[in-house]
Structure formats: structure tokens, C-alpha cells
């Protein structure tokens, strides 16, 4: 599978924008690009996924690169119970299996 | 809640013992997956089942074992076991369409801590 690169950490106010980076610069052209999320004490749960065009969904953004070489999720008003780890997930067609680096831990101050 | 149910939450059990852990899947998901996670492995693959037949294996040790039943629920075998087992298992599960598209869904989790 393709690596994936981002931040250990960031912090971010609440009701601010955040910006969570993912580099992957050795994608494949029908890789797609996932992320998942991991509240405290929870399993992970999706929040968006695209191949090559800007996705939107009601809980974040997805903002791909025109070279597919890196990706950024903005959740677009910060809540403390978005607070999590946050991985970036390149998925190809014959791979099942989710692959998990070891994400960015978000931290949500008040 | 994500729909995929997982007993017991938490299990305490002694080296060398036999451990089952159970999985339900979403309604009408065929995929089971089972995650391990670890404080120094972080999140890693170990199994995935659809509709009953193993589809896909990662790093799952031979002293574990998986199945799935024709109800589609499955269970994670775990014998022998050593204080590194310690960890959080995850299920998840899927319709797996075949699709790198496909969403899984994730068990809130069973504790192990083998003393």
C-alpha cells in the first residue's frame, strides 16, 4: 500500500476551522483517499473519502491536490467532540483491508 | 452507534489461556474485519471474512483463529495467550461491493488484558 504522512498532533479552537494535512506522494492513480476518525475509547468511524475532485459531506471537507499528492480534511467549525485521531487511508481496488498509519491526534481547545 | 455489536467489552484472562471474541454485523453486511490495537502497533489488520469463507489475512498470529457463521456473526480465537496480547480488538464490517469505496464500520471494541 501507498504510505501516508501526517502531523502527529495539531490543536485548534473550537468553533474555528481546522485544516488536517495527509501526505501521500507515491499514490497510485486508482487509489482512493479515506479518512477515518477515532473518538476516545471508540472505534474508528469514516468520515469522507474522494479519488480526485473536492468531496463535501455534513461532516467535513476533502480537498485533494491537482497531483493527488497530498489531500487536507477541514472540518469547518471545530467542536470539542471533534477531538480525535484523525487517519489518512490510501485504499486501492483489491485491498480490502483498511491500513492505519499512525494518524494526527487532534486537540480541540474551548 | 454504528450497528456492529461486540461481547465482551472488557476481558481479563491469564497467560496461557483460550479467549472468544464475538462480532455482530451490521444488517445486511457480508464483510467481517478484525483490527488489533496495540499501544506500539497502533491499528493493524488481522482477518476479514465474507459470507462465511475467509477473504483476506494480515498480521494474525497462529495462535489466533476466526470464523464466521451463517448468520454472518464471527468470532475472533485467541489461545495461548501472552502479556503482548493485551490490546484492543476491533470488528468491523461491510458490504464489501468490491469497491475501494466501501466503508467499514467499527465495533466499539473488546479489552483484553492478559496478566
Known amino acids: 500500500d501507498a504510505k501516508t504522512t501526517q502531523p502527529n498532533s495539531m490543536e485548534s479552537n473550537e468553533e474555528e476551522p481546522v485544516h488536517l494535512p495527509c501526505n501521500h506522494s507515491?499514490?497510485?492513480?486508482?487509489?482512493?483517499i479515506h479518512w477515518y476518525r477515532q473518538l476516545p475509547s471508540q472505534g474508528p468511524e469514516y468520515v469522507i473519502h474522494?479519488?480526485?475532485s473536492n468531496v463535501n459531506n455534513r461532516m467535513a471537507s476533502l480537498a485533494i491536490a491537482e497531483d493527488r499528492k497530498s489531500s487536507t480534511l477541514i472540518l469547518h467549525r471545530a467542536t470539542l467532540r471533534d477531538a480525535a485521531v484523525y487517519y489518512c487511508?490510501?485504499?486501492?481496488?483489491?485491498?480490502?483491508?483498511?491500513?492505519f498509519g499512525s494518524g494526527t491526534q487532534l486537540t480541540v481547545l474551548p | 452507534d454504528s450497528g456492529v455489536t461486540q461481547t465482551p467489552k472488557h476481558l481479563i484472562t491469564a497467560t496461557g489461556q483460550r479467549v472468544t471474541l464475538r462480532c455482530s454485523p451490521r444488517?445486511?453486511?457480508?464483510?467481517v474485519y478484525w483490527y488489533q490495537q496495540s499501544l506500539d502497533q497502533g491499528l493493524q489488520f488481522l482477518i476479514q471474512?465474507?459470507?462465511?469463507?475467509?477473504?483476506a489475512k494480515g498480521n494474525i498470529l497462529e495462535r489466533f483463529s476466526a470464523q464466521q457463521f451463517p448468520d454472518l456473526h464471527s468470532e475472533l480465537n485467541l489461545s495461548s495467550l501472552e502479556l503482548g496480547d493485551s490490546a484492543l480488538y476491533f470488528c468491523?464490517?461491510?458490504?464489501?461491493?468490491?469497491?475501494?469505496?466501501?466503508?467499514?464500520?467499527f465495533g466499539p471494541g473488546t479489552r483484553l488484558t492478559v496478566l
Open positions: 444488517s445486511g453486511d457480508l464483510s
Open positions: 468491523a464490517s461491510s458490504v464489501d461491493s468490491g469497491l475501494s469505496t466501501d466503508t467499514q464500520y
Open positions: 487511508i490510501l485504499r486501492s481496488g483489491s485491498a480490502r483491508q483498511l491500513t
Open positions: 471474512y465474507y459470507n462465511g469463507e475467509e477473504r
Open positions: 474522494g479519488l480526485t
Open positions: 507515491t499514490i497510485s492513480g486508482t487509489d482512493y
